[in-house]
């Protein structure tokens, strides 16, 4: 079953607007990354953020982190067209780190219309 | 650096019989990920490689099946293929050196069975 659960599926803005998508997990993590992918092709890592950490930032990006209620969001500031792509959250388990495993959520489809 | 390569980009089999996949890490990367990607799953974990020994495995059938060479070159296979297989195969590699690590993907192969 899907660790990772984001929300909205889909989600339409103008390009300039802020776009904040959700993800909720069900078991503890080591850490939660934030994954993005243009159609058909391979996922990139965009940011990670470790289970004591609450906020990070990168760019126009930020994601937070809240443990106690197993959900994280990714904020993208004043979005560009060539922001339109799928994003994914990935949870590592906190596992010991020997039987690594990276789950990833089903996603959320981003248009920004220009 | 190179990145992660997958070949071939595109396959097209039949039903019943079987491919072989190819992942090529990033230098120096020791763990290689196998994920598949369907519209209706999502990216669904297969199994991983570190030194050539399998960590983990997802919950998939015996049909499918990987190995990880000394060069850490990575293939998978599948076979008696059926109309489900049809997916998107996502090779990830990694440093894996201590935890808190992020996944580097390939394009990934595009599997279509008829």
């Known amino acids: 079953s899907q660790q990772g659960e984001e929300d909205p599926q889909a989600l339409s803005i103008q390009e300039g607007e802020n776009a904040t998508m959700n993800c909720s997990y069900k078991t503890s993590i080591n850490n939660l990354q934030w994954y993005r992918q243009n159609s058909g092709r391979g996922l990139v890592h965009l940011i990670l953020?470790?289970?004591?950490?609450r906020e990070k930032h990168s760019g126009r990006l930020r994601v937070t982190l809240d443990t106690s209620k197993k959900s994280s969001s990714l904020l993208i500031t004043a979005s560009r067209a060539a922001d339109t792509a799928s994003y994914f959250c990935a949870t590592d388990p906190n596992s010991g780190g020997s039987n690594y495993k990276l789950t990833f959520g089903k996603g959320t489809l981003l248009t920004v219309n220009p | 650096k190179a990145g992660v390569t997958q070949t071939p980009r595109y396959l097209i089999k039949t039903r019943g019989q079987q491919v072989t996949l190819s992942c090529s890490p990033i230098s120096g990367h020791r763990s290689v990920s196998w994920y598949q990607q369907t519209p209706g799953q999502g990216l669904q974990f297969l199994f991983e490689y570190f030194s050539e020994t399998q960590r983990n495995k997802g919950n998939f059938p015996g049909r499918f099946s990987g190995r990880q060479f000394s060069n850490s070159r990575s293939e998978m296979n599948v076979s008696t293929l059926e109309l489900g297989d049809s997916a998107l195969y996502l090779c990830?590699?990694?440093?894996?050196?201590?935890?808190?690590?992020?996944?580097?993907f390939g394009s990934g192969t595009q599997l279509s069975v008829l």
């Open positions: 990830a590699s990694s440093s894996r050196t201590g935890g808190n690590e992020k996944l580097f």
């Open positions: 953020i470790r289970s004591n950490e």
